[in-house]
Each structure stands twice: as structure tokens, then as C-alpha cells.
């Protein structure tokens, strides 16, 4: 992977980030399954009118819909709005990473070299120590259900990756036309048309969700997904999820500075361990061979005079 494409996988953590300091903003303000319809139908409604559908299988697009738009959103929102700290939300989230290689190793043979296992091995360790130290400050069932996120964006990742789509962006817009019906109609079943309507009640809490929903939107949507969709269309899956594992040194990092969580030693440690890992996994060993030049330039060879055909038996 080129240096650039490594810089832009890195940008895309950023993003995704600081992407959970919005998400924890729109849940004091929304349910979660009602802002996960709002965040993927906000797209939809233009992506269907606008922009042409991609010229991929539409199992792949389903594929990516359902397990990046539908399942991851549904768990990650579950999880965090019944007490998974934000922090801790972005660290467990990452496991869509060794999923992700998981899945595409024993479902579609791609190969995982030496280096990249080492690495994901190395950032593997350093989500445990960092979800170790953090265990305490969650309970078992919401850690749960971000893991179960994580499966659903490695699901999407191996259908992106597997749909090889000619323009990435056209893919990210139509994944999200998935995700608002299933969500809309688990909002009204679950949460109730009553907490809909009271969600969109004026309070003090409404102008930092909306947005935090549109950071959602425009940047942790369109810019991240659109930059990592391409990603997976130039390198294979297991190349490029491992850069996923930074997201968590964002977001804890964001998560201690503007809500007060804390980071213990321990968990700086871990971070250390996770950013290790993916820059080795990440890095491709190039070796080059010189072939060497003669000490002395061999003679070129004289032509030989053609022979002469008088006197020589004809060949019938």
C-alpha cells in the first residue's frame, strides 16, 4: 500500500473518531434506532433521486448495506445508548478488523502474509489490554452488542471489497438507501411512535445532536465511508481493515478531552500496541535485485560468411 493510501486510511480514522463524540451527542437527544434511520435516510432520499445506482452485483450492495449500514448502526447505537461508555465504544468497535480477516481468508482464500498477522496480532493485543482496563467502567451486555457491531461492518467490508465497484462514492451513497427502512420500522416497534415524537421536541440537548448528526452525515458517511470504500477497492480487505484500529486512539483521546473520560496508563499502553501493530502489518517489505554488469563487455560475435551452394547435392 502506497504511502498516500496509508495517509488517507489514516484520515479516515480520524474522522470515524471524532465520528463517536457526535454519535454521544445525537443519543442525548434521539433513540437509537430512530437516529440511525434519520442518519442513513438523510442520504437516502437524494442517493435514489440523484445519483445512478452502481454497476456492481446486487448481492454485494446488499451485502454492504445490511453489514456496514444496518447491523453495524443498529448495535453500535444500541450498545452506547444503554451505558457503553464512547471511549470504550470505539475500542470494541475495531474488532470489525480481525473479522474482517477472518471472513476473507476462510470465505474468499485471500492470503495473509507473515507481516500482517504479526501486526494484527500486535494490534489484536493492544485492543485486549485497552479493553481490559476499560472492562470495569461497562457491563457485559453492552460490550456485547458493539462487538456484534463490529461483525456487521466486517461483513460490509468483504462485500465492498468483493463488489469492485468503478465509482466508490456511487456505492457508499446506495449502501445507505439499506438501512432506513429495517431501522424505521424497528424504531416504531421498539422504542414507539411516543418517544419518536417526544425525540423531536425542542430542548437544550436538540442543537448538538442535530449536529452531531450532520458531522455523521457529511463526514463520518460520505468522506469516511466514501475514502474507505475505494480503499477496499484498490487493496485487499485484510490490508486495509487493520488501519481501523486507530479509530480507538481517537476516539478515547476525544472521549477523555471533551467528556471527561479518563485514560489509564494501561490504556495508553494498549493504544501504543494497536498503532504499532497496524504500521507494521501495514508495511510492505520491497526488495529489489540488481543484476550486475561485466567487469569486461563480452565481443560481439562476427556474423559468419554465408556458404557458398555451388556443387551441393540438390534436395528433391
Not at 11 to 22: D, E, K, P, R, T
Amino acid at each position: 500500500m502506497p504511502i498516500s493510501h496509508r495517509l488517507l486510511a489514516v484520515s479516515v480514522a480520524v474522522m470515524w473518531g471524532l465520528n463517536f463524540i457526535a454519535i454521544h451527542a445525537s443519543l442525548e437527544q434521539f433513540p437509537p434506532f430512530l437516529l440511525a434511520a434519520l442518519r442513513f435516510a438523510i442520504i437516502a432520499v437524494p442517493t435514489i433521486l440523484l445519483v445512478p445506482r452502481p454497476k456492481v452485483p446486487v448481492r454485494w450492495l446488499l451485502g454492504y448495506g445490511l453489514g456496514f449500514g444496518t447491523l453495524q448502526f443498529l448495535f453500535l447505537y444500541w450498545g452506547m445508548a444503554v451505558g457503553m461508555p464512547t471511549g470504550l465504544a470505539s475500542l470494541v468497535l475495531q474488532s470489525s478488523a480481525p473479522f474482517t480477516v477472518l471472513l476473507g481468508a476462510t470465505l474468499f482464500r485471500e492470503r495473509v502474509s507473515p507481516r500482517q498477522l504479526v501486526g494484527l496480532s500486535v494490534a489484536t493485543l493492544g485492543l485486549a489490554v485497552v479493553g481490559w482496563s476499560q472492562a470495569q467502567a461497562a457491563a457485559f451486555g453492552p460490550f456485547l452488542l458493539v462487538l456484534a457491531g463490529g461483525f456487521g461492518w466486517a461483513i460490509g467490508n468483504v462485500s465492498s471489497a468483493r463488489a469492485k465497484a468503478p465509482n466508490p462514492l456511487h456505492l457508499t451513497l446506495w449502501m445507505s438507501v439499506v438501512p432506513p427502512v429495517p431501522m424505521l420500522a424497528l424504531s416504531l416497534v421498539i422504542e414507539g411512535p411516543d418517544a419518536i415524537a417526544r425525540s423531536f421536541a425542542p430542548s437544550p440537548q436538540m442543537l448538538p445532536a442535530l449536529l452531531g448528526l450532520a458531522y455523521t452525515v457529511l463526514i463520518g458517511t460520505l468522506a469516511g465511508s466514501g475514502v474507505w470504500t475505494w480503499l477496499m477497492a484498490q487493496h485487499p480487505a485484510g490490508v486495509v481493515a487493520p488501519f481501523s484500529m486507530l479509530v480507538p486512539v481517537v476516539g478515547l483521546s476525544a472521549s477523555a478531552v471533551l467528556l471527561g473520560e479518563p485514560i489509564e496508563a494501561t490504556t495508553a499502553a494498549g493504544a501504543g500496541l494497536v498503532i504499532a501493530g497496524v504500521l507494521w502489518g501495514a508495511r510492505r517489505r520491497v526488495t529489489t535485485t540488481r543484476t550486475p554488469e561485466p567487469l569486461i563487455p563480452s565481443p560481439t560475435p562476427t556474423p559468419a560468411p554465408p556458404r557458398s551452394t555451388a556443387g551441393a547435392p540438390r534436395t528433391r
